[in-house]
T-cell receptor, first 115, second 113 residues
Framework: DTEVTQTPKHLVMGMTNKKSLKCEQH?????MYWYKQKAKKPPELMFV???????INESVPSRFSPECPNSSLLNLHLHALQPEDSALYLC??????????????FGPGTRLTVL | GENVEQHPSTLSVQEGDSAVIKCTYS??????FPWYKQELGKRPQLIID?????GEKKDQRIAVTLNKTAKHFSLHITETQPEDSAVYFC????????????FGDGTTLTVKP
């Protein structure tokens, strides 16, 4: 299996809701990432997990809470979001290789709309 | 932190022509430079990458060049086809942060038949 999968594909939520985004990969990659992408903009890094431990938090508001239950799964828990959080949320994974080549494999994304 | 600038923001070429997209980076510690293609409504996909110990890499119609001294790298697409139309992102990263890459703002390439 050489794909990163994400569920759900689309999510509409109110500002008081709690929801979760899920990401899964079975390529044995030990680095996993959450990105946020607005229309016509590049992916913006949110979090990086390395060997199931949070290694980078790009000063993301606490209403976004990542979780990495095991080496294949990555979740993003959402609570009390704002309309400006509406975006495409992309998950990615990459192998951790000595020598610096870190090809990232992206999932199809979850299109999130906050009302 | 790393800062990546990408030019041009839009590029329109005739089918069969070549396209060149240029990026500069700021952090001399960056040693990995991937290029991603993102078609409308789809995920970014790696099309080619280069590491800092190599000056040029080619894969069929696509090539990337890297000038470490000047801190810039470029994507070259030859014999463009309409299916090359997409947004292209360059990125720069290092191997100290689990492969963290900083993306350029993207170039929208349109290939006219």
């Amino acid at each position: 299996d050489t794909e990163v999968t994400q569920t759900p594909k689309h999510l509409v939520m109110g500002m008081t809701n709690k929801k979760s985004l899920k990401c899964e990969q079975h390529m044995g990659h030990r680095a996993m990432y959450w990105y946020k992408q607005k229309a016509k903009k590049p992916p913006e890094l949110m979090f990086v997990y390395s060997y199931e431990k949070l290694s980078i938090n790009e000063s993301v508001p606490s209403r976004f809470s990542p979780e990495c239950p095991n080496s294949s799964l990555l979740n993003l828990h959402l609570h009390a979001l704002q309309p400006e959080d509406s975006a495409l949320y992309l998950c990615a994974s990459s192998p951790i290789l000595a020598g610096g080549r870190h090809e990232q494999f992206f999932g199809p994304g979850t299109r999130l709309t906050v009302l | 932190g790393e800062n990546v600038e990408q030019h041009p923001s839009t590029l329109s070429v005739q089918e069969g022509d070549s396209a060149v997209i240029k990026c500069t980076y700021s952090d001399s510690a960056s040693n990995y430079f991937p290029w991603y293609k993102q078609e409308l409504g789809k995920r970014p996909q790696l099309i080619i990458d280069i590491r800092s110990n190599v000056g040029e890499k080619k894969d069929q119609r696509i090539a990337v060049t890297l000038n470490k001294t000047a801190k810039h790298f470029s994507l070259h697409i030859t014999e463009t086809q309409p299916e090359d139309s997409a947004v292209y992102f360059c990125a720069a990263g290092d191997n100290t942060n689990a492969g963290k890459s900083t993306f350029g703002d993207g170039t929208t390439l349109t290939v006219k038949p």
